[in-house]
């Protein structure tokens, strides 16, 4: 039997070819999910996704399994015990941004309707396919990635910057990047 081919990038541990086989670039379509990538791309700025990955069961226990609507009345109480919180990444600027972009969440959904609605607005609620022959091709940012960023900055998002919008389209399935070897790409252009 022939073995499956994958992104390079996930073979590190079985838990990152788990969560590239099952989740990673899966077009996502609900609020709460969306939500939760959101705050874990934003956690992994200047760390790696194996850092965030080993770490994500702490997070939705953490923050109340990322519904929005809790997360948007988080006090200074609940502040200070994410911060000493030693299951998740304990920077003071980032929990706040969770908190700050749970409201700005809120206000999106009056706004749309829904969050997906507003994330897939963006591309007309299509996947942007990418032809990668090579890991080394995928950029940090793009297009699409800059107006995204551009516009949640706007509306008061935190830790949007096209890097962490970019990473986080990936991850939801707005960008497919797996690899033209990789035996996703074929199954999620289906």
């Given at each position: 039997m022939t073995e499956l081919r994958r992104?390079?990038?996930?073979?590190?541990?079985?838990?990152?070819?788990?969560?590239?086989?099952?989740y990673w670039g899966v077009p996502l379509h609900n609020d709460q999910e969306f939500f939760a990538k959101?705050?874990?791309?934003?956690?992994?700025?200047?760390l790696s996704w194996a850092t965030i990955l080993n770490k994500q069961e702490n997070?939705?226990?953490?923050?109340?399994?990322?519904?929005?609507?809790?997360?948007?009345?988080?006090?200074?109480?609940?502040?200070?015990?994410?911060?000493?919180?030693?299951?998740?990444?304990r920077n003071k600027l980032k929990v706040k941004a969770a908190i700050v972009n749970a409201q700005k969440v809120l206000e999106i959904q009056k706004e749309f309707g829904s969050f997906n609605k507003y994330?897939?607005?963006?591309?007309?609620?299509?996947?942007?396919?990418?032809?990668?022959n090579d890991e080394s091709e995928i950029p940090a940012t793009n297009e699409l990635s800059d107006k995204m960023s551009k516009d949640m900055k706007k509306?008061?998002?935190?830790?949007?910057?096209?890097?962490?919008?970019?990473a986080f389209l990936q991850a939801v399935g707005v960008i497919n990047d797996h690899a033209d070897y990789c035996y996703r790409q074929a199954e999620l252009m289906d």
């Amino acid at each position: 039997m022939t073995e499956l081919r994958r992104c390079n990038w996930c073979l590190s541990t079985d838990k990152m070819i788990h969560y590239h086989d099952t989740y990673w670039g899966v077009p996502l379509h609900n609020d709460q999910e969306f939500f939760a990538k959101l705050v874990l791309d934003l956690n992994q700025a200047g760390l790696s996704w194996a850092t965030i990955l080993n770490k994500q069961e702490n997070f939705y226990e953490a923050f109340d399994n990322f519904e929005i609507e809790k997360i948007a009345v988080y006090d200074e109480n609940k502040e200070q015990e994410l911060l000493q919180n030693a299951g998740i990444i304990r920077n003071k600027l980032k929990v706040k941004a969770a908190i700050v972009n749970a409201q700005k969440v809120l206000e999106i959904q009056k706004e749309f309707g829904s969050f997906n609605k507003y994330i897939w607005s963006f591309t007309d609620g299509k996947v942007l396919q990418h032809q990668i022959n090579d890991e080394s091709e995928i950029p940090a940012t793009n297009e699409l990635s800059d107006k995204m960023s551009k516009d949640m900055k706007k509306r008061g998002f935190k830790f949007t910057g096209s890097t962490v919008i970019y990473a986080f389209l990936q991850a939801v399935g707005v960008i497919n990047d797996h690899a033209d070897y990789c035996y996703r790409q074929a199954e999620l252009m289906d």
